[in-house]
Nanobody
Framework: QVQLVESGGGLVQAGDSLRLSCTAS????????MGWFRQALGKEREFVAA????????SYADSVKGRFTISRNNGRKTVYLQMNSLKPEDTAVYSC????????????????WGQGTQVTVSS
């Protein structure tokens, strides 16, 4: 199976930027759709962004559209989430996930999950 490890989280101020990375091991991920999800304290996990196997198709939650960018480097087996203009509302544990499908936005379509990385944005 695929193992996913996130990195890049931290404590930042509103308006700052962070880039999260998700590196895969095990099976190659060049034929997996990839996504980022987040879960804030006391809330359910929500979709953030997704990218297709070849990086050609992307999708974003309305709350992050225009601020976040998802990308992938299949040679590095890594998926990135560039987060700009961060807001306190973005505070959450961010997890990456892999799906057998070429592209997906529903959490139930994802089968492999990382442990998550904490992002905290102060006002």
């Amino acid at each position: 199976q695929v193992q996913l490890v996130e990195s890049g989280g931290g404590l930042v101020q509103a308006g700052d930027s962070l880039r999260l990375s998700c590196t895969a091991s095990g099976r190659t991920v060049d034929n997996y759709g990839m996504g980022w999800f987040r879960q804030a304290l006391g809330k359910e996990r929500e979709f953030v962004a997704a990218v297709s196997t070849n990086g050609a198709i992307t999708s974003y939650a309305d709350s992050v559209k225009g601020r976040f960018t998802i990308s992938r480097n299949n040679g590095r087996k890594t998926v990135y989430l560039q987060m700009n203009s961060l807001k306190p509302e973005d505070t959450a544990v961010y997890s990456c996930a892999a799906t057998w499908a070429s592209f997906a936005v529903r959490s139930n379509d994802y089968r492999f999950w990382g442990q998550g990385t904490q992002v905290t944005v102060s006002s």
